[in-house]
């Protein structure tokens, strides 16, 4: 399972200053690498636990060099949370939409969060640390195995669940235990925050000045990275 704060945010510098962004601006995108992969099981999975794992790639579409911290490390890769979409009928006849439903934390493991906050010095370095960044020129890829797992929807009576299918027309599973909807995509958010463990609030906006002529270190206005990926199914 993953976990901690990942990865891959970033930010623009202008000469009068720091102006945050979000990850796609720069054309640093994250989706689906089109198989999902066990190599690197949940740690637990029961009644209470869903396990997901997913291939998925980084890619930079814009027209400079991005700085992404590597997520194949023994941190975790920044996991945070999981939206869950549902396909529910359209007005028009056999149309359908995709509303968001849930949201679901990431357990995180204490162990790879206090392996991250070990880290951290490393980042002071003048250039970005080569087994800890990594610099994806326009068109490079980065691909990597991702498994995490959050807590099992919470299943309904089959009576009670009644009144919520006609509500949100959609496809749904039962069993003994009860009902639940089933989800059609789902949306990864990553995080990845230096702020609990350096005293200086600013600590991300100067890292990013600093490394600026290696490539762009996209960091929001709160200092920390987050970038969701597109949806997938």
């Known amino acids: 399972?993953?976990?901690i704060g990942l990865i891959v945010l970033l930010l623009i510098l202008l000469p009068?200053?720091?102006?945050?962004?979000?990850?796609?601006?720069?054309?640093?995108?994250?989706?689906?690498?089109?198989?999902?992969s066990t190599s690197k099981p949940c740690e637990r999975e029961d009644e209470n636990h869903t396990c997901?794992?997913?291939?998925?790639?980084?890619?930079?579409?814009?027209?400079?060099?991005?700085?992404?911290?590597?997520p194949?490390?023994?941190?975790?890769?920044?996991?945070k949370e999981v939206i869950f979409f549902y396909r529910e009928y359209g007005k028009e006849p056999h149309s359908?939409?995709?509303?968001?439903?849930?949201?679901?934390?990431?357990?995180?493991?204490?162990?790879?969060?206090?392996?991250?906050?070990?880290?951290?010095?490393v980042f002071?370095?003048?250039r970005p640390p080569e087994n800890m960044t990594i610099v994806l020129q326009p068109g490079e890829k980065f691909t990597f195995v991702d498994s995490f797992q959050v807590e099992s929807e919470k299943l309904i009576p089959e009576a009670e669940f009644e009144a919520i299918r006609r509500k949100h027309p959609t496809g749904y599973s039962c069993s003994q235990k009860g009902c639940s909807r089933d989800w059609s995509y789902l949306r990864?958010?990553?995080?990845?925050?230096?702020?609990?463990?350096?005293s200086d609030p600013d600590f991300l906006d100067k890292l990013s000045l600093r490394w600026r002529r290696f490539g762009r270190l996209p960091v929001g206005s709160n200092g920390v990275y987050t970038i969701t990926s597109e949806l997938i199914r």
Do not use: C, H, W
Request: charged share 25%; glycine share 10%.
């Open 1 to 3: 399972m993953k976990a």
């Open 16 to 36: 009068i200053g720091i102006l945050a962004q979000s990850a796609e601006e720069p054309g640093l995108v994250l989706r689906d690498g089109k198989g999902a």
């Open 52 to 70: 997901f794992a997913y291939r998925m790639v980084l890619e930079n579409e814009g027209k400079e060099p991005v700085i992404i911290i590597n």
């Open 72 to 79: 194949t490390l023994g941190y975790g890769t920044g996991i």
């Open 96 to 121: 359908y939409i995709q509303v968001e439903g849930a949201r679901k934390r990431v357990e995180i493991n204490p162990v790879e969060q206090e392996n991250f906050k070990s880290m951290v010095r």
């Open 124 to 126: 002071e370095d003048e």
């Open 188 to 198: 990864l958010v990553y995080e990845f925050s230096f702020l609990p463990y350096v």
